[in-house]
């Protein structure tokens, strides 16, 4: 039995990943192998960081990677709008297709029979083992807390939504696709074939096109009929953590994030431009939640690289001085 995790990532994530991968090692063992998979081609970074890397490798197999683009084009061809709404967006096919590249983990031929996902923008603060333990009793095992946001997931102005999923499944297994644990060869060809056949019967307009990945996952898995466990409705109250980045009570101690008393398991940097990360990493003063934490964890085996800001930081989401508001009103500024 291989376990190990995969992320997804290109040279635009690239110091996101070196914080990510630090932080595996730190928290989770340096034994653990990571397979990276690549967004798109843009890769020379993060190759030479996998090469000085002993425990990590790049997914590089095109017929895999292929078999869950052509999957993911399928089924937004099943979609009433979401092609044509793209291509009208200037967006060639599917919207972050990219991001679909994470279905290859289902792969019968990936690397691992068990894996744990974690989105590039991620801060692992704990051991992974117990979501592997929950795959002994379970095939999908989840940590959030996005049933209670399932507008994220599903388009809530379709009829058809209570008739596929009840309002109890909504309001319980909807989960995020930043973070989970599952295994491969869960969805074979035949399987793909029906989920389609699905969609194809007037099912596709429940997918969310702003969040096209994260829909496509959660459809894949719900009408599956895959049971989804997820750590923060089942573990006992006083150990249950967030994690998001939204969160703005977590206490930090040694480089650790807290929730009261308990340890986090990871934090995702959700909703943040990878942007952000690029400026800060340049030397640019730009604050934003727990950003010390990703330094720590960015510049671990190189801290006298580590940026040195002055000056006041600015606020990631400060809201545009009124010279810059007058100027773009003026047209003379985006």
């Known amino acids: 039995m291989v376990d190990g995790i995969y992320t997804l990532a290109n040279d635009v994530v690239y110091d996101q990943l070196v914080a990510l991968l630090n932080s595996i090692e730190v928290n989770a063992g340096c034994s653990l192998s990571v397979c990276v998979i690549p967004y798109d081609d843009r890769l020379e ?9 002993p425990n990590v490798t790049l997914l590089e197999d095109p017929a895999l990677l292929g078999r869950w683009e052509d999957f993911s084009g399928q089924v937004w061809a099943t979609h009433p709008t979401a092609l044509k709404k793209w291509h009208s967006q200037e967006i060639a096919g599917v919207y972050r297709l990219g991001m679909h590249r994470r279905f290859c983990a289902f792969d019968p ?42 507008r994220h997931v599903y388009n809530l102005q379709s009829s058809r939504l209570q008739e596929i999923f009840p309002e109890s499944r909504i309001g319980s297994e909807i989960f995020c696709a930043g973070m989970y644990a599952s295994k491969r060869g869960l969805f074979d060809q035949q399987q793909r074939d029906w989920l389609i056949s699905q969609l194809q019967a007037d099912e596709a307009e429940i997918l969310c096109m702003s969040a096209p990945d994260q829909s496509v996952l959660n459809y894949m898995v719900m009408r599956s009929q895959i049971p989804v466990h997820n750590l ?20 930090g101690k040694n480089n650790i994030l807290y929730d009261k008393d ?10 943040l431009s990878s942007k952000l990360f690029s400026q800060i990493c340049s030397g640019e003063n730009v604050d934003f939640p727990y950003r010390d934490i990703f330094l720590y964890y960015r510049y671990l085996h190189e801290p006298e690289k580590r940026p040195q800001f002055r000056g006041k930081p600015k606020l990631y989401n400060a809201p545009p001085s009124l010279t810059k508001r007058v100027m773009k009103k003026l047209g003379l500024a985006r």
């Open 109 to 150: 031929e990936a690397p691992f029979d068990r894996f744990i996902y974690l989105d590039a923008d991620t801060l692992v603060m704990n051991s992974l083992q117990p979501l592997f333990s929950a795959l002994d009793q379970y095939d999908f095992v989840v940590y959030d807390f996005q049933y209670k946001s399932p």
């Open 232 to 251: 923060a409705l089942s573990l006992p109250k006083e150990q249950v953590t967030g994690n998001a980045v939204t969160s703005s009570h977590f206490v």
């Open 45 to 53: 970074r993060v190759r030479a960081e996998i090469a000085a890397r």
């Open 262 to 271: 308990a340890q986090l398991t990871y934090l995702h940097y959700i909703g």
